[in-house]
């Protein structure tokens, strides 16, 4: 090899390492996300560079749109739904407490890296997220090099159920939307031991609500569109106090993402599964919720 060849290979980022699937069930999830391109995630992150995997929240802002006729209307369109995605996420870090430039953050279930990324501009501190998928901590980490934040921003792929962080080791944690793939005795049994005596847990998920009684067709539509196993609301309560953490907020934001599914329905974005949470939204069936919960 050449000196230029021998500096570059020096300097490379070192190959993830990939472990085997615990289950069967884990090995489907990591090929399913492996697999996954969809515009609606793709495009509306080229908007900034912010890629995300969940929804949005807020009043759209039909000024942004444009009017009738508009020929930038669809790419103004794109651009107001990435608006309202990245103000989901930042509602959620806002939930984190005092965050200090020393502490290390936890993202389960990190996706592609936006929310690492948010959260390392606003506190300075460094991110670690961990993610069933090769494919999506490898464009994370990509990101976090082309940002120059690799040295504070890190994806790895593992179990969320079974982290390699040191106990008490985070200041916080979160799951945004991914909560819906795991149990959630096990997944805040590890949050509960990562997490330092007095640190913040986060989640904003989706979780059908008890009072309609079973979960609804509209939901059972959404488990079979991205292969997952949404619980209920009083799952996730029972769950948290069964390990440690103390709900300290439970915001219902149903009302607050109707607008983005509304929004999405009439982009080019679709996916066939919009009726779905649209319809479980208005219908009481299906609820948004964050809680916010300390380890006690």
């Not at 959260?119 to 082309?146: I, Y």
């Not at 319809?279 to 299906?286: A, K």
Request: glycine share 8%; charged share 20%.
């Amino acid at each position: 090899m050449t000196n230029a060849e021998l500096t570059a290979a020096a300097s490379a980022p070192a190959p993830l390492r990939i472990p085997s699937p615990a289950t069967p069930y884990q090995g489907d999830i990591a090929r399913y996300w492996d697999g996954e391109a969809r515009p609606v995630n793709l495009r509306l992150g080229d908007v900034d560079g912010l890629y995300h995997h969940h929804y949005g929240i807020g009043k759209v802002d039909s000024d942004a749109l444009g009017g009738p006729g508009d020929a930038g209307s669809e790419k103004k369109l794109i651009a107001e739904l990435h608006r309202l995605e990245s103000a989901q996420a930042e509602f959620l870090l806002s939930h984190l407490g005092d965050i200090e430039e020393r502490d290390t953050l936890l993202d389960a279930g990190c996706g592609r890296g936006g929310s690492m990324v948010m959260a390392h501009q606003r506190f300075g501190c460094r991110v670690e997220g961990v993610t069933l998928s090769a494919k999506q901590a490898d464009f994370a980490n990509g990101r976090a090099r082309e940002l120059g934040m690799q040295d504070h921003v890190r994806a790895r792929v593992c179990n969320m159920l079974a982290t390699p962080f040191e106990t008490g080791s985070a200041a916080a944690s979160w799951n945004n939307e991914s909560s819906m793939y795991v149990d959630l005795h096990d997944l805040f049994a590890e949050h509960s031991r990562v997490l330092e005596v007095g640190g913040r847990y986060v989640t904003i998920t989706g979780c059908w609500n008890p009072r309609y009684g079973q979960p609804s067709k509209w939901v059972s539509q959404i488990n079979a569109h991205f292969e997952c196993n949404i619980h209920s609301r009083r799952e996730y309560l029972r769950a948290m106090a069964d390990n440690r953490l103390v709900p300290q907020a439970v915001v219902d934001l149903t009302p607050d993402t109707l607008p983005y599914w509304e929004l999405r329905a009439t982009s080019s974005l679709v996916t066939g599964i919009e009726d779905a949470f649209i319809n479980s939204y208005r219908d009481g069936s299906f609820q948004y919720l964050l809680i916010a919960a300390d380890r006690v």
